[in-house]
Nanobody
Framework: VYLVESGGGLVQAGGSLRLSCAASGSTLAKNAMGWFRQTPGKEREFVATITWSGSTIDYADSVKGRFTTSRDNGRNTLYLQMDNLKPEDTAVYYC?????????????????WGQGTQVTVSS
C-alpha cells in the first residue's frame, strides 16, 4: 500500500486547507485510517481517525470543531478539511492506514504511512 498526501501549503491564521491522501497498490475499503502531525523535535501526534465505513470518527481535542476527516473508498482517498487554522497547527501532516477496520489512536497501530505534507500557518 502506497499513500501520497497532497494539499499542504502556507496559509494565514483563520484560513483553511484541505489535505488529500491517495492510496495505491491495494484497496483501502476495509482499513481504518488516520491523520498524524509532527513538528521538529517532537513526536508524531494523533490528529484524527476514521473507520473503514466512516461510521466512527474521532479527533484530538486540539482540532475538534475545526478539522473534519472523511474518506471516499471508491476513489481510495482520505481527506482532512482544516478550518480556522492556528499557528500551532503548523506541522508536517501524515496519513496512515492500518490493517483492520477499527479506529486507532497510536502511531504504532498503523502499518502504512505517507511521506507527509507541510502545513504552515502564519500569524
Amino acid at each position: 500500500v502506497y499513500l501520497v498526501e497532497s494539499g499542504g501549503g502556507l496559509v494565514q491564521a483563520g484560513g483553511s486547507l484541505r489535505l488529500s491522501c491517495a492510496a495505491s497498490g491495494s484497496t483501502l475499503a476495509k482499513n481504518a485510517m488516520g491523520w498524524f502531525r509532527q513538528t521538529p523535535g517532537k513526536e508524531r501526534e494523533f490528529v484524527a481517525t476514521i473507520t473503514w465505513s466512516g461510521s466512527t470518527i474521532d479527533y484530538a481535542d486540539s482540532v475538534k470543531g475545526r478539522f473534519t476527516t472523511s474518506r471516499d473508498n471508491g476513489r481510495n482517498t482520505l481527506y482532512l478539511q482544516m478550518d480556522n487554522l492556528k499557528p500551532e497547527d503548523t506541522a508536517v501532516y501524515y496519513c496512515a492506514a492500518k490493517i483492520g477496520m477499527v479506529a486507532a489512536y497510536q502511531e504504532s497501530d498503523y502499518e502504512y504511512w505517507g511521506q507527509g505534507t507541510q502545513v504552515t500557518v502564519s500569524s
